[in-house]
């Protein structure tokens, strides 16, 4: 029988990050700068609630929003650090991780052929879930030069390009792949204009509690913005928690109200062990989340100096744990470049094209490794440059 796949799915691309470390897999020696997680282990107070809730015998579903103790710890968490108040009961849902978030939000918001602005390079996810939802992506390509942050000018002209077209800004900062984000200043620009031109912001703020050089802003904490952001957070990258799988939401109770019904039908509820780490890491994961705060801003510091000598022009990120140097005068396409020092000084990264069009030129680098490892990866790569140049 010749089954006929969703014409939607059969078009679209497979991740590019996947696609090529696809090709590290049975691979020795590699210093892997790829996958986007934390090499730090779980905290132990996280990791010990977990396991203490398992010998409990917490194993059961819980509410579909997901457990109001931690709804209720989130809720103060947002009050006390960004004055921000969200009622726990009609304004947040757990999410099996971000990733799920975003997906509801979409499905949620968009009618067919409903545009969503996309900044680029954008996480590899961001366009196939709105094209899932029935939406249009629309990438707003930035560069180096505007250090990958979209301006309010270029927001105003895609709108006026499509009227009544756009419905929904998709903003991620502190950005994966670039590491940039934005001052409070630069976000209230933005915020004028979805006021303009009334569109509904989906925010993702995974990476904000790795910001390094300014204070992280909310977008909802702007004014206007809280009854048209849907704000999307999680466990994974600040508390090292990937695998647990836990985010969330906050926003309008009718937007979370439609999440809510699609998350029911499809993923019940997250994990109620990873749940009940998730309150733990809001009551004593502070110390951790500083720590790591600390290494990676060092490594930061680290990686942008050495690429910088070896003429890998980079700038220096805000926030989150990437890097985004320019290969371009090596002469190759980013996934030359990346498959060639996979090949020949075993170092894995992602080529910047993996990110969208805009992307080519450069690489992303994960600093979430050992300092060591980030050490041995520069040797190897100022090997490759010299090989690849003599």
Same mark, same amino acid.
């Given at each position: 029988? #010749? ?7 059969? $078009? ?74 969200? !009622? ?8 099996? %991780? ?15 052929? $409903? ?17 899932? &939802? ?73 990476? $904000?509690?790795?910001?390094? #050089? ?31 799988? /836990? ?22 509820? &997250? ?13 004593? %994961?502070?110390?951790?989340? !500083? ?17 910088? #000598?070896? %003429? ?46 805009? %992307?080519?030129?450069?690489?992303? /680098? ?25």
């Amino acid at each position: 029988m #010749d089954i006929k796949i969703s014409k939607i799915v059969e $078009d679209m691309a497979p991740s590019g990050i996947r696609v090529f470390f696809d090709l590290v897999l049975g691979m020795k020696d590699v210093i892997s700068l790829g996958v986007g997680e934390p090499d730090f282990v779980t905290p132990w107070p996280i990791r010990e609630k977990v396991i203490y809730s398992l010998e409990q015998g917490y194993t059961s579903y819980t509410s579909n929003k997901g457990m109001i103790e931690l709804r209720r710890q989130i809720a103060h968490f947002l009050q006390q650090r960004y004055a921000l108040a969200y !009622d726990p009961e009609e304004e947040m849902l757990i999410t099996v %991780g971000v990733s799920e978030a975003l997906d509801l939000a979409f499905r949620a918001l968009l009618n067919r052929g $409903d545009q969503v602005l996309i900044p680029e390079p954008s996480y590899v996810s961001y366009s196939p879930v709105v094209e899932m &939802a029935g939406g249009v992506s629309i990438r707003l390509p930035t560069t180096a030069d505007q250090k990958y942050k979209l301006t309010a000018a270029q927001v105003d002209r895609a709108c006026m390009d499509a009227p009544g077209k756009v419905k929904a800004f998709l903003l991620n900062y502190p950005a994966n792949p670039t590491g940039m984000s934005y001052t409070k200043a630069e976000l209230n620009a933005l915020a004028r204009i979805v006021l303009k031109h009334n569109l509904v912001m989906v925010t993702d703020e995974v990476y $904000d509690e790795l910001t390094y #050089d300014f204070d992280h802003t909310p977008f909802a904490t702007l004014k206007g913005m809280k009854d048209r952001t849907v704000y999307l957070n999680g466990f994974s990258k600040a508390y090292a928690m990937t695998g647990l799988r /836990i985010g969330w939401v906050a926003g309008p109770a009718k937007v979370v109200g439609a999440m809510t019904k699609i998350h029911q039908y499809t993923m019940l509820c &997250a994990s109620i062990d990873g749940q009940m780490g998730a309150i733990e890491a809001l009551k004593n %994961g502070r110390r951790s989340v !500083d720590e790591m705060k600390r290494e990676y801003k060092r490594r930061r510091n680290f990686m942008v100096g050495a690429l910088n #000598d070896l %003429g890998l022009t980079c700038h220096v990120p805000e926030g989150a744990f990437y890097v985004f140097p320019s290969i371009r005068s090596t002469g190759q396409t980013s996934m030359d470049f990346a498959q060639n020092l996979l090949k020949q000084q075993k170092v894995a990264l992602v080529p910047g094209t993996a990110f969208g069009p805009s %992307g080519e030129g450069h690489v992303r /680098i994960s600093y979430a490794a050992a300092y060591e490892d980030l050490k041995e990866a520069v040797n190897r790569i100022k090997k490759y440059l010299g090989n690849s140049t003599s």
